[in-house]
């Protein structure tokens, strides 16, 4: 009964597990043979800027973006987890964006970002006149176009919405009965029983959107902002494998690149072994 699954595994995942470990060695650009430079690739990736940067802006993504993106799933949960009239319409309204193809979504920001006539500077424009300060040039400067790949990824929250109404749903009325008996506040309510009763969820949905993070910013920084504006400010690690890989034929450099996700992701499964381990010690 294991079988498809051990078979899936091993073709999948652990065969082109070691393949790219074993690129990352090499200097192959699909055209030459292989050849083998042992540790050279990932000493040339120490001193690379451009890789150093596609890192930093990786782990900055990873650490604004998935909590953002973790508290705004658990909001809306919380609000549209009951019965109520046009309930499942929101709900459908807030997973709905997750099912958009990444190309056409990448599209549609790069339309509402312009900064001519895109909706969103025409909305925002006579606000910041007012304030007396220049409104977000999300194209063109670093920082803004940034802060565009996160607001991008803060509506492809569907998935973990629905598992979050689930979970909610799921949990047990006598614990919230109890509450009401003893005149709890809502706030405490929220942080005494709906919160603890979730982290294992939240928990679980924090490292897996950590982990996610490494390709959430890889189409919108390719399509909308193209990995700039120049020097790197939105090519993050996925970019910078990409770009390495199939626009300069550099496959061993950029299978240690990969190599170094990898590692970065064991490390994000590991944490999430130990949240899991210690939220079983505390049921018990």
Excluded: C
């Amino acid at each position: 009964m294991l079988a498809p699954y051990l078979i899936g595994l091993l073709g999948l995942v652990l065969i082109p597990f070691g393949i790219t470990v074993a690129m990352a060695l090499t200097e192959y650009d699909l055209i030459n043979p292989p050849e083998w430079l042992g540790w050279a690739n990932f000493r040339e990736l120490w001193h690379d800027d451009g890789f150093r940067t596609a890192l930093m802006n990786s782990l900055v993504f990873a650490a604004i973006a998935v909590p953002l993106r973790l508290g705004i799933a658990l909001m809306l949960a919380l609000l549209l987890h009951r019965r109520a009239f046009m309930a499942g319409s929101a709900r459908t309204a807030a997973a709905l964006p997750t099912a958009v193809p990444e190309i056409a979504y990448g599209l549609l920001w790069l339309w509402l970002f312009n900064p001519s006539f895109g909706p969103i500077n025409q909305v925002l424009g006579p606000l910041f006149n007012r304030l007396g300060v220049l409104a977000p040039r999300w194209l063109t400067m670093p920082a803004d176009a940034r802060a565009a790949i996160i607001l991008m990824s803060l509506f492809t929250i569907g998935e973990m919405f629905v598992i979050l109404v689930a979970a909610r749903q799921a949990l047990p009325r006598d614990a919230y009965e109890l509450a009401e008996i003893e005149d709890a506040t809502g706030w405490d309510i929220f942080r005494r029983v709906t919160l603890p009763m979730l982290a294992p969820v939240l928990g679980v949905l924090l490292i897996r959107d950590t982990i996610m993070s490494l390709q959430l910013s890889f189409t919108p920084a390719l399509v909308v902002t193209k990995g700039g504006p120049p020097p790197h400010s939105t090519t993050y690690l996925s970019l910078f494998v990409y770009r390495n890989a199939f626009e300069y034929l550099r496959y061993g450099y950029a299978a240690a690149a990969t190599v170094i996700m990898l590692a970065l992701t064991m490390l994000a499964v590991l944490i999430q072994a130990v949240i899991l381990a210690r939220a079983r010690q505390m049921r018990r």
